[in-house]
């Protein structure tokens, strides 16, 4: 691969858009030839993040004003890290300009432009592009990414959700009734703004819930499930604020299909679940199933594009707990939209991640 693909990134100073930078100025096959704030607009990247000051001058790109015809010059591929309904705005004329685009906003997530009403309290901004947007999961829709020229950069919440749980209810292990999640996430999950809820004396040595019960991932947690059940699926999801930096704990309480109140009945289950994952992610460079006693912890994914999963089944209430650690700015957004990159491009789709 001797030709480098020119990508650029709109939204370059938010949380998402920074790691997105880290990822993609090391990465082997791209050039990153774009990068745009409005606040920033004639900085360079390390007047804006000290941490790339030691970046070649080369490297050292200046923020610009988001301009779709300059950017569609600049760039064949465009990240949007950009808050939802304003991602909208640039993938249409991007697109229109002959670029691919990859959004990490919720825009292009959900398939009916009335539940995006719904849940994000205005009309969708670009109902026409929802039936070619693919969501970009890889671990479940890598061939359609690989055709897709827009990308809708999953949730972070959603990924720590739904890739435990799908391979069990495609299976037909767990029930589809009944599931119950429950997520903390560190504070850079509500993106780099100062909004009083999110100052550090209010979060510091403190944890609450939030977004009860509707939160609007739900919309795109229940999408996909009831494509993975083939009917209509509806959870509990209680999100949490926790005083970390980075990283998303997830704990699902699902029911099992099949009743199970012996150690051999129990070890019956466990060996069909670990058939499951085995079959869903063995071969998943980012996918880490934990066997033995390990269970997730956000230490060992930080900085990662790993999600890492574990359950246990617990004989006394009949339920399945399953387990997910990752980082919400790594997996949960910058790194799973530069693996779908990698799949669009066609190059290794660990390039630039591990
Ligand atoms: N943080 C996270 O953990 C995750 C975030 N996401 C999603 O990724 C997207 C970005 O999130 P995050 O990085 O946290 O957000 P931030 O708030 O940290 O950054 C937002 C970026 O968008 C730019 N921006 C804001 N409004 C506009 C506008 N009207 N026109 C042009 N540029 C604008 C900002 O720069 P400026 O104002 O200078 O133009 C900034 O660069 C969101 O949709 C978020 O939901 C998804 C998964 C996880
Ligand atoms: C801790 C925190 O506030 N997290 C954000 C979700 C993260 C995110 O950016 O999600 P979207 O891409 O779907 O907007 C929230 O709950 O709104």
Not at 14 to 23: A, D, F, K, T
Not at 147 to 161: D, E, F, H, Q, R
Request: glycine share 6%; proline share 6%.
């Amino acid at each position: 691969m001797d030709k480098k693909v020119k990508v650029g990134i709109v939204g370059a100073s938010g949380y998402s858009g920074e790691e997105l930078v880290r990822l993609l100025l090391s990465h082997p096959h791209v050039e990153l030839t774009a990068v745009t704030s409005r606040q920033y607009a004639g900085q360079t990247l390390a007047q804006v993040f000290p941490k790339f000051g030691h970046l070649p001058q080369s490297k050292q790109l200046r923020f610009t004003e988001p301009n779709s015809e300059l950017l569609a010059k600049q760039a064949q591929l465009i990240f949007l890290a950009l808050p939802h309904g304003v991602s909208a705005e640039y993938a249409v004329p991007l697109l229109q300009l002959g670029c691919q685009v990859i959004d990490l906003s919720a825009d292009f997530r959900l398939k009916s432009a009335e539940i995006y009403k719904e849940f994000y309290a205005h009309d969708h901004p670009a109902p026409e592009l929802l039936a070619t947007s693919v969501y970009g999961l890889p671990e479940v829709y890598r061939s359609a990414i690989k055709k897709a020229t827009l990308i809708a950069s999953p949730g972070c919440y959603p990924t720590s959700v739904l890739l435990p749980t799908l391979p069990l209810l495609r299976a037909g292990i767990i029930k589809h009734t009944g599931i119950i999640a429950d997520s903390m996430s560190g504070v850079s999950g509500a993106g780099r703004k100062a909004e009083v809820d999110y100052l550090f004396v209010e979060c510091n040595e403190s944890v609450r819930p939030y977004g009860i019960p509707k939160h609007r991932h739900l919309s795109e947690i229940e999408q996909e499930l009831s494509v993975a059940a083939s009917t209509p699926v509806v959870i509990q999801f209680t999100p949490h604020l926790i005083p970390i930096n980075r990283g998303i704990l997830t704990t699902l309480y699902l029911a099992p299909e099949k009743h199970f109140s012996t150690v051999a009945e129990a070890e019956e289950l466990n060996r069909q679940i670990t058939a499951c994952y085995q079959a869903a992610y063995a071969n998943e460079p980012f996918v880490r199933i934990l066997e033995g006693k390990a269970l997730p912890d956000t230490k060992n994914v930080t900085g990662t594009n790993v999600i890492e999963i574990a359950w246990r089944l617990d004989h006394r209430t009949g339920r399945l707990i399953v387990m997910s650690a990752e980082d919400n700015i790594v997996k949960g957004a910058s790194g799973q939209a530069v693996q779908s990159m990698n799949i669009m491009c066609g190059f290794p789709e660990t390039a630039g991640l591990l």
